[in-house]
C-alpha cells in the first residue's frame, strides 16, 4: 500500500514548493490540494503534467461532468486516489492544509491508514502569511476583502489550522514531523531528508530530471506550474520591510502564543 503525506497549516506557508522538492523522488507523486477538487468546478482544468484533467493519468478518472465529484468527501477521494496511485508510487503527496474545511482530516485519514500516514506540519510565520493575504489580487468580484480584513483573517485561519496540527501531534506523534518554511526555503536538502527519513525513502539530489512526470496538481500556488532550482531558492522575507509595522503588531499580537512557540519573535530585518 502507497503511504500518504498530508501537508498540513495554513495556505501561504511554501506547501508548494515542499510538494515540490518531494518529487524529486520518483516513487512520490504529488496530486496538489486534493480537498478542493471536491467543490470547486475544474471541468476545464489543466494539471501540472501538461494535460488537460480528462487526459491526466491520476486524475482522468475522478472527473464529473460538472467538473465536481458530487456527494465524495476529501478522505473518501484522497483514499481513491492513494489506491489509484498505488502500482506505481510508494508515497503521494496531499497538500490541502488544515484550513477551516480540513481541520479534522488528517485525524479521519490516519484512522483509515494508521502507519501509512504522516502529518507534515508547515508552518511559517504569520505576519508572513497575513501580508501574502493582503497583497492577493482576487480574480473574482465576489472574493474581494479590503486587505486588512484578508489580512486578519489570515491571522484566524492561521491560528486555528496549526492549533488544528498542534492537536494531532500531540495525540499522533508517531505520525506527526513539524517544518517551518523559514528552515525548508534555508535549507531545502536538511528539511526533506528528515521526511524522506520518516517514509523510508533513500535520499535523492533535489533537482528534479525533466523526464519525470510524477506532478499531477490541479490546485494551488500557480508556481506549481514552473520549474524551480533548489539551490537557488530564497527565503520570501518581503513582509518585514514592506508590510505596515500597525498590521505586524495587530496580527503578532493575534497569534502571540502559537507564533512564540514557533520561535517567531521579534523581526530581525532582511
Not at 486524475?59 to 468527501?73: N, P
Not at 502500482?87 to 485519514?109: C, E, G, H, I, Q
Not at 492549533?163 to 526555503?185: K, Q, T, V, W
Request: proline content about 6%; charged content about 25%.
Amino acid at each position: 500500500m502507497a503511504k500518504l503525506v498530508y501537508i498540513g497549516g495554513y495556505g501561504r506557508s511554501g506547501s508548494t514548493l515542499l510538494e515540490y522538492l518531494l518529487t524529486a523522488q520518483r516513487k512520490v507523486v504529488a496530486c496538489g490540494e486534493i480537498g478542493r477538487h471536491t467543490r470547486r468546478f475544474a471541468k476545464h482544468k489543466t494539471c501540472t503534467c501538461g494535460r488537460p484533467m480528462q487526459d491526466c493519468p491520476i486524475w482522468g478518472s475522478f472527473q464529473h461532468d460538472s467538473g465536481k465529484l458530487k456527494g465524495w468527501s476529501h478522505e473518501r477521494l484522497t483514499l481513491a486516489l492513494l489506491d489509484h496511485v498505488a502500482k506505481d508510487y510508494a508515497v503521494m503527496v496531499d497538500s490541502s492544509k488544515t484550513a477551516w474545511t480540513s481541520l479534522l482530516t488528517p485525524f479521519r485519514l490516519r484512522r483509515a491508514l494508521g502507519e501509512n500516514f504522516l502529518l507534515v506540519h508547515l508552518v511559517r510565520d504569520p505576519r508572513g502569511v497575513a501580508w501574502s493575504m493582503m497583497r492577493w489580487k482576487p480574480k473574482k468580484a465576489r472574493q474581494y476583502l479590503p486587505p486588512g480584513a484578508r489580512g486578519l483573517r489570515a491571522a484566524v485561519g492561521w491560528f486555528a489550522a496549526n492549533l488544528a496540527c498542534e492537536a494531532f501531534g500531540r495525540r499522533h506523534p508517531e505520525n506527526y514531523l513539524a517544518l517551518r518554511y523559514e528552515d525548508l526555503s534555508r535549507d531545502p536538502r536538511q528539511a526533506v531528508s528528515e521526511i524522506e527519513r520518516r517514509l523510508g525513502l533513500p535520499p535523492v539530489d533535489l533537482e528534479r530530471g525533466q523526464e519525470i512526470d510524477n506532478r499531477h496538481q490541479l490546485y494551488g500556488n500557480a508556481m506549481r506550474f514552473k520549474e524551480l532550482k533548489p539551490m537557488e531558492l530564497k527565503e520570501d522575507v518581503a513582509w518585514k520591510t514592506a508590510m505596515p509595522a500597525v498590521w505586524r503588531s495587530l496580527v503578532g499580537w493575534m497569534t502571540w502564543p502559537l507564533r512564540g512557540r514557533y520561535r517567531y519573535g521579534r523581526i530581525e530585518r532582511p
